[in-house]
């Protein structure tokens, strides 16, 4: 039965009022949704303007990449006396070491070493100067040839635009014997081969595992043992690193001519290859040379001589006093500079070895 129009009339209303409800039930999540976008645009360029002055933010979370370790309480960066001078770092306890604890007492001591304040090719200019803020270094990106960025994600700017250590306090802030603000990227090769006696590997006693020996040098600034390795120059790749530090720290340490030295060269060579290496570790270092302001970062990868065939050849004998590179024994007594003992543990692990 129809409608007269007279309650057609009184129907119009309320099935307007419906439709009204049920248009702002669908469209108010995507208005929402509209506000937000303009609103995260909107913050996006606030920060990207030129009179935005950065403020403390939280740190980003670690990314260590082949870790699955969460944020590292850093120890090496809070010793003192700081390598290569008498400077003593401000003290820092453990549980002061994160910049989301508040602490208004900290007075970091400024220091940089004369040997980076000289301005060498390999270090920035110190951008607080007069005339230099305007040029200042553009931190988390690629800054020119300078990778900037970090391995453990964004890290922040303090209130007077310098880069905040993404592990925390270390005691002092500048740079101290660091080139670059912020991430100082370095590359360790890790070349490895089986220790073998007439041709057989030699099983550990107690843990019944072969055991791994790795090239050693003798670092000349510290005197502790270490993985050969270095800093990655300006617009270089890592690859080309791995192996310039490999022949720059280990085969110039040996007392040898340099024929001999060419002939090590091409045997290294071959084991130098995309396809045997194999990435142990990339990220923050505990690293004593670290500050609140720049810190090292590096990229650790294992070259293994499994037959013996090419590096395992090298001839290099412990205690060569001249050289002060030579194979080593794989073993957790191990006591080696900065955090390069975790390495050699994650290269274990890897190919079984006795740890």
Not at 140 to 162: A, M, W
Not at 229 to 247: H, I, Y
Request: with cysteine.
């Amino acid at each position: 039965m129809g409608l007269n129009v007279r309650q057609r009339l009184r129907v119009r209303p309320l099935y307007r009022q419906h439709l009204w409800h049920l248009i702002m039930a669908t469209c108010m999540p995507y208005t929402s949704l509209l506000v937000c976008c303009i609103w995260i645009r909107h913050s996006v360029s606030l920060t990207l303007s030129s009179w935005y002055k950065p403020v403390p933010y939280k740190v980003c979370p670690a990314l260590h990449h082949g870790m699955g370790t969460p944020l590292m309480i850093h120890v090496k960066a809070r010793s003192s006396p700081y390598p290569e001078s008498q400077v003593e770092r401000y003290p820092v306890p453990d549980n002061y070491v994160s910049w989301s604890i508040p602490w208004a007492e900290y007075e970091p001591l400024d220091y940089t070493a004369d040997i980076v304040r000289a301005g060498p090719e390999w270090a920035d200019p110190d951008f607080r100067e007069e005339g230099q803020s305007e040029d200042g270094p553009r931190f988390n990106t690629l800054d020119g040839r300078i990778d900037r960025t970090s391995f453990v994600g964004c890290y922040e700017l303090d209130e007077d635009k310098l880069p905040r250590n993404p592990m925390g306090r270390t005691g002092i802030t500048s740079r101290g014997l660091l080139g670059k603000w912020g991430p100082n990227h370095a590359a360790d090769p890790i070349v490895t081969r089986w220790k073998r006696e007439a041709g057989e590997k030699v099983i550990h006693e107690q843990s019944g595992k072969p055991i791994l020996q790795f090239v050693a040098i003798k670092r000349k600034d510290c005197g502790e043992w270490a993985i050969p390795g270095g800093m990655v120059d300006n617009g270089e790749l890592v690859s080309a690193t791995l192996k310039r530090e490999f022949g720059e720290e280990a085969l110039d340490s040996l007392t040898a001519s340099k024929h001999e030295k060419d002939r090590l060269r091409r045997l290294f060579q071959s084991i130098f290859s995309n396809e045997k290496a194999k990435e142990v570790f990339a990220g923050y270092v505990d690293d004593p040379r670290n500050t609140d302001s720049a810190w090292v970062e590096t990229v650790a990868t294992n070259f293994h001589d499994d037959t013996g065939d090419s590096v395992g050849q090298l001839d290099l004998q412990s205690g060569d006093d001249a050289g002060h590179v030579q194979w080593s024994d794989i073993d957790q007594k191990l006591q080696l500079y900065a955090t390069h003992s975790h390495f050699l543990k994650r290269v274990t692990e890897m190919w079984g070895a006795h740890w």
